[in-house]
């Protein structure tokens, strides 16, 4: 049964990793799918695999640090549907630093892309969101949100401020019918990650310290993913779920 049928969902940063695994899952559960990315090429190439296998998809460059791109997304989904009932607030980058050597500009970059990129979504998408009978936006934050990790105590504050506007967004949507949730991946197999787990004492000491004993992938977050943005988490807003093989519970 496809449990997304009807839905019009918006993915950002859906051209690779955990995004485009989410834009696939969704797609084959009858979503129509907007695969936004700053990367055009990757987006496009997403987008015309969803179609490939029978699944709806609009590709769209979309740098979620830039207004005038989410106003033409926003009006994009208005022409062609009028609403739109799920949100995926998942593009992020990382820069690796110690706090004491970080440039402004590489802030500047992690918090205009990790923190106002989900407030703008969020707040710009609003009124198509407000059209759905049972809208939902599922913010993709990070198990670290909350804990220190060297060196990467920038980003990781960009994901507990993830985390908290998850849970005020929440608290605000909640009267408009407007779930919004979080999902805190673990360590993931992606291109973020990639230079990390090649490294094998790396890899390793991840892998030892994570109680089902592997890394996860992409796919791995899909059934979260699927969870909020389904009437199955039709009670649920302002949660936080890890995805983490249980690494965050043996922390
Ligand atoms: N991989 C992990 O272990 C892990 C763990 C916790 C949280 N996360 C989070 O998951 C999300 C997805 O990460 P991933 O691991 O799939 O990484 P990834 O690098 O594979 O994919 C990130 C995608 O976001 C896009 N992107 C980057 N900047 C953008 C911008 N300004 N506007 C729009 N798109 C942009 C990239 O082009 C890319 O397609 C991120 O928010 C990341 O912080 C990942």
Not at 133 to 160: D, F, Q, V
């Amino acid at each position: 049964m496809a449990r997304l049928a009807g839905k019009i969902a918006v993915i950002t940063g859906a051209g690779i990793g955990i995004g485009q695994a989410i834009a696939k899952r969704f797609a084959v559960e009858g979503a129509h799918v907007y695969v936004t990315d700053i990367n055009g090429e990757t987006a496009a190439d997403t987008a015309r695999a969803i179609t490939a296998a029978g699944g709806a998809a609009t590709p769209m460059l979309v740098d979620v640090s830039k207004g005038q791109d989410v106003t033409a997304l926003i009006r994009a989904i208005e022409t062609a549907h009028g609403k739109a009932d799920i949100l995926v607030n998942n593009a992020g980058i990382l820069i690796r630093g110690e706090v004491r050597s970080l440039s402004d500009a590489d802030w500047t970059k992690l918090r205009e892309v990790n923190i106002d990129g989900v407030l703008r979504l969020s707040r710009d998408a609003l009124s198509l969101l407000k059209k759905s009978s049972s809208a939902s936006i599922i913010n993709i934050s990070s198990i670290m949100a909350n804990r220190g990790l060297r060196p990467l105590a920038a980003y990781t504050a960009t994901k507990g401020a993830v985390t908290a506007l998850t849970k005020g967004l929440a608290v605000e949507y909640a009267p408009f019918n407007i779930r919004v949730n979080a999902i805190s991946p673990g360590y993931i197999e992606t291109a973020i990650t990639d230079r990390l787990l090649k490294l094998p004492p790396v890899r390793k000491a991840l892998v030892d310290k994570t109680p089902m004993g592997r890394l996860g992938l992409p796919d791995d977050i899909t059934g979260a993913a699927m969870f909020f943005a389904s009437d199955d988490s039709l009670y649920c807003t302002g949660s936080d779920l890890a995805v983490d093989g249980g690494m965050s519970a043996g922390l």
